[in-house]
C-alpha cells in the first residue's frame, strides 16, 4: 500500500475492503445496487456507441465511481437543486431521469433531455431537479451556490448539491464559492468526487496533499472524509447533511475519494502514460470495486447467490439496450433551428 500512497489517511480510507450494511433492509440495497449497475453498464454502452462512431462529442465516464451519485441522491428529491460537471452521467441517472431520452441527448437526437442541442457535457433535466453540467472546470458551483442562496431566502427546504472533481478545487471562483456560502450559511453540500486525477495528471503532481477537505477547514465548513467506494458511508454521510440543510444549516463539505477505471475521457484506459497512472494502481483499485463490494456483503448476509445478480444484471442490460436502440431510431435536431433553444424569444 505505501508504493501507491504517502498519505496515511487516504491508506486508511483504502484499506478496508468489506463493507458494514447492518442499517439497511435488503429491498434498499438491491433497489441501490441495481441503480448502480445501471449507471455503469449505461457508461459502458455510451462507451461503445463512441468507439464505433455512434457517438460524435467526446464523453467523460465515471465508471467505478458509482457509489457516489447513488449514495446522495437516495435523500434528495425533485425539488433540489443538482449541479455537475463534466463528468455527470451518472449524477443525472442517479435521479431517476428517463434513460431514453438521456441517451437520446448523447446521440444528438431532438428526443432528447436538451433535445439534442446539449450532448454528453451539457446535461439538464429539471424534472429530476438536475440543473446542469457543463465543461467548464468549477462552472456550476458558483450556480449551485446561488441556487442555495435563493432557497434559503425564500425560505425554502430545499437543498442544493455542487459535484465537482479534484481537480475543480484548485479553481479560484470554487474557493469564492466556499467562502460566500459559509459567511450566508447556504443550504448546499459541496461533494469532491476525489479519484486523484484531474484529466491526466495525479494529484500528487499538482498538490502538496492528496486530500482536499483541508479546504473547508480553511473556510470553517464542517466537512467528511469518506470512501467514496463504499456505499453505506456514502449514505451515512449524506443523509445527515442533507437532513441537516433543510433545517436550515450549511454549508457542508463530503470529500469521497474514488477511482475511474477509464481515461480522461472516451473508452480507454489511458495508463502507463508517465502520470503516475499503472496497471498496478488499476488492479488496486479494481478490488475496490463498490459494486463488487456491496455485492460480497449482500450475498454473505441475506444468502443471494452469484446467479441472482446475474439475473438482475441481465434484466437491466435489458432495460439499457431498449433505451439505446430506441433513442438510435429517433431524428437528429433541425440544426437551422438552433438559435432557436440558444436565444430567448428567438
Given at each position: 500500500?505505501?508504493?501507491?500512497?504517502?498519505?496515511?489517511?487516504?491508506?486508511?480510507?483504502?484499506?478496508?475492503?468489506?463493507?458494514?450494511?447492518?442499517?439497511?433492509?435488503?429491498?434498499?440495497?438491491?433497489?441501490?445496487?441495481?441503480?448502480?449497475?445501471?449507471?455503469?453498464?449505461?457508461?459502458?454502452?455510451?462507451?461503445?456507441?463512441?468507439?464505433?462512431?455512434?457517438?460524435?462529442?467526446?464523453?467523460?465516464?465515471?465508471?467505478?465511481?458509482?457509489?457516489?451519485?447513488?449514495?446522495?441522491?437516495?435523500?434528495?428529491?425533485?425539488?433540489?437543486?443538482?449541479?455537475?460537471?463534466?463528468?455527470?452521467?451518472?449524477?443525472?441517472?442517479?435521479?431517476?431521469?428517463?434513460?431514453?431520452?438521456?441517451?437520446?441527448?448523447?446521440?444528438?437526437?431532438?428526443?432528447?433531455?436538451?433535445?439534442?442541442?446539449?450532448?454528453?457535457?451539457?446535461?439538464?433535466?429539471?424534472?429530476?431537479?438536475?440543473?446542469?453540467?457543463?465543461?467548464?472546470?468549477?462552472?456550476?458551483?458558483?450556480?449551485?451556490?446561488?441556487?442555495?442562496?435563493?432557497?434559503?431566502?425564500?425560505?425554502?427546504?430545499?437543498?442544493?448539491?455542487?459535484?465537482?472533481?479534484?481537480?475543480?478545487?484548485?479553481?479560484?471562483?470554487?474557493?469564492?464559492?466556499?467562502?460566500?456560502?459559509?459567511?450566508?450559511?447556504?443550504?448546499?453540500?459541496?461533494i469532491v468526487e476525489n479519484n486523484?486525477?484531474?484529466?491526466?495528471?495525479?494529484?500528487?503532481?499538482?498538490?502538496?496533499?492528496?486530500?482536499?477537505?483541508?479546504?473547508?477547514?480553511?473556510?470553517?465548513?464542517?466537512?467528511?472524509?469518506?470512501?467514496?467506494?463504499?456505499?453505506?458511508?456514502?449514505?451515512?454521510?449524506?443523509?445527515?447533511?442533507?437532513?441537516?440543510?433543510?433545517?436550515?444549516?450549511?454549508?457542508?463539505?463530503?470529500?469521497?475519494?474514488?477511482?475511474?477505471?477509464?481515461?480522461?475521457?472516451?473508452?480507454?484506459?489511458?495508463?502507463?502514460?508517465?502520470?503516475?497512472?499503472?496497471?498496478?494502481?488499476?488492479?488496486?483499485?479494481?478490488?475496490?470495486?463498490?459494486?463488487?463490494?456491496?455485492?460480497k456483503s449482500l450475498i454473505k448476509?441475506?444468502?443471494?447467490?452469484?446467479?441472482?445478480?446475474?439475473?438482475?444484471?441481465?434484466?437491466?442490460?435489458?432495460?439499457?439496450?431498449?433505451?439505446?436502440?430506441?433513442?438510435?431510431?429517433?431524428?437528429?435536431?433541425?440544426?437551422?433551428?438552433?438559435?432557436?433553444?440558444?436565444?430567448?424569444?428567438?
Amino acid at each position: 500500500m505505501k508504493e501507491y500512497s504517502h498519505n496515511s489517511e487516504l491508506e486508511s480510507l483504502t484499506s478496508e475492503l468489506e463493507i458494514n450494511i447492518d442499517n439497511f433492509s435488503k429491498n434498499e440495497l438491491l433497489e441501490m445496487i441495481s441503480k448502480m449497475i445501471l449507471i455503469r453498464n449505461s457508461e459502458y454502452k455510451i462507451a461503445e456507441g463512441r468507439k464505433y462512431g455512434l457517438v460524435g462529442g467526446p464523453v467523460h465516464l465515471g465508471i467505478g465511481q458509482e457509489a457516489i451519485p447513488v449514495g446522495i441522491s437516495k435523500y434528495l428529491t425533485c425539488k433540489d437543486q443538482i449541479f455537475g460537471g463534466h463528468r455527470s452521467h451518472a449524477h443525472i441517472i442517479s435521479l431517476g431521469v428517463d434513460l431514453k431520452s438521456f441517451f437520446a441527448e448523447i446521440l444528438a437526437k431532438s428526443s432528447g433531455i436538451s433535445k439534442g442541442m446539449g450532448g454528453s457535457m451539457h446535461l439538464f433535466a429539471e424534472s429530476v431537479g438536475f440543473y446542469g453540467s457543463v465543461p467548464i472546470v468549477g462552472g456550476t458551483v458558483p450556480l449551485a451556490t446561488g441556487s442555495a442562496l435563493a432557497n434559503k431566502l425564500k425560505r425554502e427546504k430545499n437543498v442544493s448539491i455542487a459535484y465537482l472533481g479534484d481537480g475543480a478545487i484548485e479553481e479560484g471562483i470554487v474557493h469564492e464559492s466556499l467562502n460566500f456560502a459559509r459567511i450566508n450559511n447556504c443550504p448546499i453540500i459541496f461533494i469532491v468526487e476525489n479519484n486523484l486525477f484531474s484529466s491526466h495528471l495525479n494529484i500528487k503532481l499538482r498538490q502538496p496533499k492528496e486530500l482536499t477537505y483541508r479546504f473547508a477547514k480553511s473556510n470553517d465548513i464542517e466537512s467528511k472524509l469518506i470512501d467514496g467506494n463504499n456505499l453505506p458511508s456514502i449514505c451515512k454521510a449524506s443523509e445527515e447533511f442533507i437532513k441537516r440543510c433543510r433545517n436550515g444549516e450549511g454549508p457542508f463539505f463530503i470529500e469521497a475519494v474514488t477511482y475511474r477505471w477509464l481515461g480522461h475521457v472516451d473508452w480507454r484506459e489511458d495508463i502507463d502514460v508517465g502520470i503516475r497512472r499503472s496497471q498496478k494502481d488499476l488492479i488496486f483499485w479494481k478490488k475496490r470495486d463498490p459494486i463488487l463490494r456491496l455485492k460480497k456483503s449482500l450475498i454473505k448476509k441475506f444468502n443471494l447467490s452469484m446467479d441472482e445478480f446475474k439475473l438482475l444484471e441481465k434484466e437491466i442490460q435489458k432495460k439499457i439496450d431498449k433505451a439505446w436502440n430506441d433513442a438510435l431510431k429517433d431524428e437528429s435536431p433541425e440544426w437551422s433551428k438552433t438559435k432557436k433553444y440558444v436565444f430567448k424569444n428567438n
